[in-house]
């Protein structure tokens, strides 16, 4: 089954860091084309960032990076704020057994608190 698997969430003090791991299961990285998105209670899910493109919300505090020989994606956030509580969730394009194709991670709980 191919499929991305997300950890690293939780409950965070405000200005605390936290890491999300995606990490890809039956299928393997092969473009730049990833991200992470997030979800807040009654908010539409958001782009958070890309490799290349960052919210203007997070510029400066989250970096994302993906370390191929561990088929895994990260999002490292810092200086962590109370209105980046939200769900997150991994996206990216898995290549297995001669097809192409995009996923999501399951998402992960992130609490920011005051």
Do not use: H
């Amino acid at each position: 089954q191919v499929q991305l698997v997300e950890s690293g969430g939780g409950l965070v003090q405000a200005g605390g860091s936290l890491r999300l791991s995606c990490a890809a299961s039956g299928g393997i990285f092969v473009n730049n084309e990833m991200g992470w998105y997030r979800q807040a209670p009654g908010k539409q899910r958001e782009l958070v960032a890309t490799k290349t493109n960052y919210a203007d919300s997070v510029k400066g505090r989250f970096t994302v990076s993906r370390d191929n020989a561990k088929s895994t994606m990260y999002l490292q956030m810092n200086s962590l704020k109370p209105e980046d509580t939200a769900v997150y969730y991994c996206n990216a394009d898995l290549w297995s057994g001669g097809n192409l194709r995009n996923y999501w991670g399951q998402g992960t709980q992130v609490t920011v608190s005051s």
